[in-house]
């Protein structure tokens, strides 16, 4: 009833735009009281009110006010009028407390602050930055006072007194005063703050009545020193499965999926939004820590449903910092970090090499002529003898460095007055690579990538009620690398002899005056020379990506209270392009050696191909296009105090266009158009009920399936705001218990690959010569024929998932958070060939058709902890946990009588292989076993296990092996505390249930010069070990057929936890940053991949069975922070 008699005789009209501080408001009130007008000010716009404890009692007064056309300054004046309350607007808060109690502090005289105990001090956040507009108090008393914009304050206090900090949105603090008189005080964000907001699609909402599964992770979080933001999210965020599988600079974006792999069709990676704008993994990976105001992961259907046909793999959802009101604040962040391989390979040395490389022969031949002569490997096991006659090359030192320098500079500013805000920023990252450079070459070969990034956001009140948003980026990527790139460089050593010949001669005496490199081979020259391919040219690439966004936001309230629009305008230029410039190594090998003199002479292999200048080949070339078209409608309001309602209706259009397409299909327009709407409603913030839906277009479908429509509905109750929760002891335990539940229909239009469109339309070639017949004017003459590479299909639709999700929210003693969520996922209509076709039909290419079906299902959660201690220690833990499976459910194939081979039922990223029993021991073992159809075996040979019993082992006795190649479970758990200036956090990364394979091939010793691995030399068959369970067979100076088939035998478990950061730092003391006329100042020593724990130990088990790239990093950092 009291809610009722308000709202008769309290109206305000509030006119404005989100962010705004030109606010205007209508006010009319004869029974309401201070507090009443400043929390309905409060809930009507983006102010929030601090009210002092010495202004409690006073700002219960009723107040009779009339004001018309009053902005918020003008509004409170009149309201404090005749009281003795006073405020001060710092930001978007508005402080309230008795002005006589601070005037009285701040106007003492100098003779009474002598006798008085004056307590003085600042107070910061946990990153150091000062917090204006703190209230401290003392205990029992009405005395207080409010920290200035500073965070500095002065209050009268005796030694016996208490002094209460207290802040909204942070954790109050109690410190004794005692014989004091400077208290610092660091205050810790209030975890369980039910009133936090949560960003979600087009909008935001207060954590209370969400009912989707979002996990939102704080940007400090995400702040390792790397330029790569992808390889951060590893273990970091509940419900993402990551991993990164290279370590090379511009190549080392992680893979990440929400709630694991849903799909075996063509997108599996999530939807990335940046500023409602969508983008790649690079621009994620390229995204500045500093720049990111709130990071978000939708996982279900209700978070997801309004981005319709882009959601069905969840949503990434980022929003960049804005400008806030006030004096300029500036933000310095400068760091140098110093990285190496987590662990590189170790290769058997050259004696050993030659010793097996013999044994590899006469094991298979006794007849077989030897590749090194005892001489050979004698002369080289002497280290007086000459290494360029007989080379012992380490191929790895040759090339690669034992680390590499990388600088980080981050500079942001922001501020601005009650017209207009600004956020600005720019950043350069360079990673530099761990390639060696031949000094006789006049360039650089090694992997240097330079990156440049701009950002200007700006807040313009145009009126009293509306709002422009202009937002402009620009990231920009300048690349120098080898021409084969790393990768292929670390492949190349492995795949090279290291007694064969050096990397280069020295010039002999005919070649005293030659000015090009004389580098190494043998024979006819046809060998691989890593080091030649390293330092013969460079490639160079730059990549550009532009944004221009304007937003205009437009209050409607004068028309109906809580009604407001919304649009947005975006245009992005995308721009790339690739140059090489090398020469022709010129090689050599020794014609003739003087062992008494000890000098050699030089024959040319390739005199004539050789070149000594540096050519030019032109790569990729791509520009492209979009702009973005956005309009949103929202309402909410309050049908008296227990029903809170809002709906919203968003528009959406994409438009992009490929500058250099390469063939017709491409260079024709990429559109999309959609709406999508949200209703939510809360009762008495107990019930919460949410429905949204999206309908979308896409050009993909013919016109009876272009448009999809795609509902969610969710559901939430909040036990602990329930009466007879409340009034229960064990409402002092568990301060918050919310139940949570969705369901809902999403959609996917990208099937097929990138490059199929038009479904219902068949690719038809009209000029195949391939399919040319000779007639016409003579017998020799020539037409083109006509083929399909691609049949049209009307009836191709929509890729459709169908999302469960239920779970919790708890929160006990205001300290411990913990989130819990069980997922199901059924995916239908995966696009796929058909296989059942017969080739009797004649068709020339297959039909593709929706007939795939795959589920997903599991769980995540995370458990968050803070405490304060005192006012001079804190700490905070987390962890969290994902673990997602998948499986075939439909999928087209031959109807085996052998059904470990069909696919259904099995994890969608699993692999077939053999299943490994053993080493054959001897000859009557491999008589006496089923038949090998992979080529010769004998004794010391990998046997497989006849699986179906046909005394033979064929394909049809390959089984799923192992765990799938995508993790199943990610995790992570870590800490940071805090002693006064100080501060110390690590966190560690797991993954499990995960397998991979050695590329058997790939590391077979002595084939094509391949190197070999010191693991294998430690253990393998021979006739001297005749060890059945040895890592590697027996040995061969070629491939073997048998013994590199997908098994058991090469398979290995992915799991492994790494120390993936750690960091601490010292923040200095205030009275030397006002000496610094600095606000704050950081120093900081930090790390990344310092430490892994496996049972894997060739390479870094994170890379799987792409060991023999460019490995992962270890990063040692430090860095400055600085505040002006």
């Not at 145009?462 to 980026?473: C, N, P, Q, V, Y």
């Amino acid at each position: 009833m009291r809610i009722t008699l308000f709202f008769l005789f309290f109206c305000i009209l509030f006119s404005s735009a989100s962010n705004s501080y030109s606010q205007e408001f209508t006010i009319k009130s004869k029974t309401a009281s201070i507090k009443e007008v400043c929390r309905e000010i409060e809930k009507n716009s983006d102010y929030i009110f601090v009210f002092s404890d010495n202004s409690e009692k006073l700002v219960e007064k009723k107040v009779n006010i009339e004001a018309n056309s009053k902005n918020v300054t003008e509004l409170l004046d009149a309201l404090f009028s005749n009281t003795s309350l006073t405020y001060k607007i710092l930001d978007k808060q508005i402080v309230v407390y008795e002005s006589k109690e601070n005037t009285r502090l701040n106007t003492v005289s100098d003779n009474i602050l002598q006798q008085q105990n004056i307590v003085r001090g600042k107070v910061t956040d946990e990153q150091g930055e000062p917090l204006p507009g703190v209230t401290i108090t003392i205990v029992g008393t009405t005395k207080g006072v409010i920290t200035d914009i500073d965070g500095s304050y002065t209050i009268e206090a005796k030694p016996a007194d208490k002094l209460v900090f207290a802040f909204l949105g942070m954790e109050s603090q109690i410190v004794d005063v005692l014989n004091q008189t400077i208290i610092n005080i660091q205050m810790s964000e209030k975890k369980m703050e039910l009133d936090e907001v949560t960003i979600v699609a087009f909008g935001k909402q207060k954590k209370e009545s969400v009912v989707g599964a979002i996990t939102t992770v704080k940007p400090s979080d995400l702040q390792i020193p790397s330029s790569n933001l992808t390889t951060a999210l590893a273990g970091r965020i509940s419900g993402i499965i990551s991993y990164q599988r290279s370590g090379e600079p511009g190549q080392d974006n992680a893979d990440f999926f929400i709630r694991g792999v849903t799909t075996f069709g063509y997108k599996k990676d999530p939807l990335i939004l940046i500023d409602n704008i969508e983008a790649t993994s690079t621009d994620l990976a390229r995204l500045q820590t500093d720049d990111i105001a709130s990071f978000s992961i939708m996982k279900d259907a209700t978070s997801t449903a309004l981005y319709g046909a882009r959601g069905a793999n969840g949503v990434i959802l980022i929003n960049t910092k804005e400008g806030r009101e006030g004096e300029i604040k500036v933000t310095v962040r400068a760091e140098n970090s110093f990285s190496a391989p987590t662990q590189n390979i170790e290769f058997a040395d050259p004696i050993t090499y030659m010793r097996l490389g013999n044994e590899a022969v006469l094991t298979r031949d006794p007849l077989g002529t030897l590749p090194y002569s005892r001489e050979k490997i004698d002369k080289t096991a002497l280290y007086n003898r000459n290494r360029i006659v007989y080379p012992a090359t380490d191929w790895q030192n040759e090339l690669f460095k034992n680390f590499s320098s990388n600088q980080r500079i981050n500079l942001n500013a922001s501020g601005g007055g009650n017209i207009a805000q600004y956020y600005l920023s720019a950043a350069f990252n360079q990673d530099n690579g761990i390639l060696n450079v031949d000094k006789r070459n006049n360039f650089n070969n090694n992997i240097n990538l330079k990156t440049y990034s701009l950002r200007s956001n700006i807040n313009i009140n145009l009126t009293k009620t509306t709002e422009a948003l202009i937002r402009f980026s620009g990231v920009f990527d300048d690349y120098v690398g080898p021409i084969d790139g790393g990768t292929d460089i670390y492949n190349q050593v492995v795949h090279t002899n290291p007694v064969l010949f050096p990397p280069y001669y020295l010039p002999d005496v005919q070649n005293e005056s030659t000015s090009h490199i004389l580098f190494g081979n043998y024979g006819e020259g046809n060998y691989i020379n890593p080091y030649a391919n390293l330092v013969r040219g460079y490639k160079e690439y730059n990549r550009s990506n532009l944004n221009a966004q304007f937003e205009l936001k437009q209050n409607l309230s004068f028309i109906t209270e809580g009604l407001s629009v919304r649009a947005l305008f975006n245009t992005s230029r995308y721009s790339f392009f690739d140059v090489s410039r090398g020469y022709n190594p010129f090689y050599y090998q020794i014609a003739s050696y003087d062992r008494i003199a000890d000098k050699y002479t030089l024959a040319s292999i390739n005199e004539e191909s050789g070149t000594e200048y540096l050519g030019y080949s032109e790569g990729q070339k791509d520009i492209s296009t979009s702009t973005y078209i956005e309009t949103a409608v929202n309402y909410n309001t309050t049908l008296t105090e227990k029903h809170d309602i809002s709906g919203m209706l968003v528009f959406i259009m994409r438009n992009s266009l490929r500058g250099n397409a390469g063939d017709l299909q491409l260079s024709l327009p990429f559109r999309n158009l959609g709406i999508s709407g949200r209703g939510t409603y809360s009762y008495d913030g107990k019930y919460n009920l949410e429905l949204n839906f999206g309908y979308n277009g896409s050009e993909r479908f013919y016109k009876t399936n272009r448009f999809g429509f795609f509902p969610s509905i969710g559901m939430a109750w909040n036990v602990s705001r329930e009466d007879f929760f409340t009034d229960s002891d064990l409402s002092e335990i568990i301060t918050n218990f919310k139940l949570k539940a969705t369901y809902g229909l999403i959609g996917n239009d990208a099937i097929g690959s990138d490059y199929d469109r038009f479904f219902y339309l068949s690719n038809v070639n009209m000029n195949d010569a391939q399919r040319g017949r000779r007639f016409g004017r003579r017998y020799d003459y020539s037409r083109s024929g006509v083929s399909i590479s691609r049949y049209s299909n009307q009836d191709i639709t929509w890729e459709k998932s169908i999302k469960s999700d239920i779970g919790f929210e708890m929160s006990l003693f205001n300290d411990l958070a913990i989130e819990f969520d069980y997922f199901n996922e059924y995916r239908s209509n995966i696009l796929m060939d058909r296989s059942y076709i017969p080739t009797t039909m004649g068709l020339s290419s297959s039909i593709k058709a929706n007939i795939g079906e795959a589920q997903s299902y599991g769980i995540d959660g995370s458990i968050n902890y803070m405490k304060t201690i005192n006012n001079h220690f804190w700490i905070t833990s987390r962890a969290n946990f994902t673990f997602a499976a998948s499986q075939f459910k439909v999928f087209e194939e031959p109807n085996y009588n052998e059904k470990h081979l069909l696919h259904v039922g099995q994890s969608l990223s699993r692999q077939w292989g053999y299943i490994a029993e053993r080493l054959f021991i001897d000859e009557a073992d491999v008589e006496n076993s089923p038949k090998q159809n992979f080529g010769e075996y004998g004794p010391g040979d990998i046997k497989f296990h006849d699986v179906n019993g046909d005394g033979e082992i064929t394909k049809l006795d390959m089984v799923p092996i192992g765990f799938p190649t995508d993790p199943e479970i990610m995790y992570g758990f870590g800490f940071s505390l805090g002693y006064k200036n100080v501060d110390f956090s690590c966190f560690f990364q797991g993954s499990a249930r995960s397998t991979f394979w050695i590329d058997a091939a790939s590391t077979s010793p002595f084939n094509n010069q391949t190197q070999l691995l010191k693991a294998y030399a430690e253990s393998y068959w021979s006739e001297d070990n005749r060890n059945v369970y040895a890592l590697w067979p027996r040995l061969s100076p070629n491939i073997n057929n048998n013994n590199v088939q997908r098994s058991t035998w090469y398979m290995r478990d992915g799991a492994f936890l790494r120390l993936k950061s750690i960091e601490f730092g010292y923040t200095l003391p205030e009275k030397i940053t006002k000496i610094l006329s600095l606000s704050n100042l950081r120093l900081y020593a930090s790390g990344i991949n310092l430490y892994t724990f496996s049972k894997f130990k060739l390479w870094d088990p994170e890379m799987g069975g792409r060991g023999l790239d460019y490995p992962i990093q270890k990063t040692a950092n430090v860095g400055l922070q600085i505040t002006f």
